[in-house]
């Protein structure tokens, strides 16, 4: 079956590193995609891999291993702000969205 | 865990046919569904939030009689594409939403893909 596994909750204070993991197992692959969920909002576009490496926008950069079907997500310079679901989502072979569960952070002072 | 389905995956139509995309929560009831709509490699647009048994709640600069939303069941939520234009070509993506005490978990489901001859 196809699968996807992020840690369900992770803890970080504020001005740190976080980094989010994602592991996955999928028919194929055409892409992993990262979200941002705050509360009763509708998920935000962070990044799109689909070649392996690291991609940097701004305080976020995502990794890709496509042999070792793995990803993370990296927030530097953490705010209050990014406290938020954070969900790793692959594309299959047949270009349908496999969702993880999400990763809840939530940032401390 | 908890899985929602949507059929079809993928469905081409000719312009100004109507089409009907179907949202299942396969093993839980889910009082809220929302349905969103993907731009290529861009957020979720929210078009809507239904609710079983009641009218569906649509987003700003939504069209609800274009964008037809039935919630008739706690496990199942449907959109009818009306008169389909080719602009209207797009991924969409429904999500299912259950409350287990004061936790909500929302699951989201594999997306279908419309293109609009």
């Known amino acids: 079956g196809q699968n996807i596994d992020q840690p369900t909750e992770m803890t970080a204070t504020e001005g740190a590193i976080v980094q989010i993991n994602c592991t996955y197992q999928?028919?194929?692959?055409?892409?992993l995609f990262w979200y941002q969920q705050h509360a009763g909002e509708a998920p935000t576009f962070l990044s799109y891999?689909?070649l392996d490496g690291l991609e940097e926008k701004g305080r976020f950069s995502s990794f890709l291993s496509r042999s070792k079907g793995y990803s993370y997500l990296l927030l530097k310079e953490l705010q209050m702000k990014d406290s938020a679901s954070y969900l790793c989502?692959?594309?299959?072979?047949?270009?349908?969205?496999?969702w993880g569960a999400g990763t809840k952070l939530i940032i401390k002072p | 865990g908890a899985v929602v389905s949507q059929h079809p995956s993928r469905v081409i139509c000719k312009s100004g046919t109507s089409v009907k995309i179907e949202c299942r929560s396969l093993?839980?009831?889910?009082?809220?569904m929302f349905w969103y709509r993907q731009f290529p490699k861009k957020s979720l647009m929210l078009m809507a939030t239904?609710?079983?048994?009641?009218?569906?709640?649509?987003e700003q600069g939504v069209e609800k009689d274009k964008f037809l939303i039935n919630h008739a069941s706690l496990t199942l939520s449907t959109l009818t594409v009306t008169s389909a234009h080719p602009e209207d070509s797009s991924f969409y993506i429904c999500?299912?939403?259950?409350?287990?005490?004061?936790?909500?978990?929302?699951?989201f489901g594999p997306g279908t893909r419309l293109l609009v001859l």
């Open positions: 891999n689909v």
């Open positions: 999500s299912a939403k259950t409350t287990s005490g004061e936790q909500e978990t929302q699951y």
């Open positions: 239904s609710n079983e048994g009641s009218k569906a709640t649509y």
């Open positions: 093993d839980f009831q889910a009082t809220t």
């Open positions: 999928t028919s194929g692959f055409n892409g």
């Open positions: 989502v692959v594309m299959d072979s047949n270009y349908q969205l496999i």
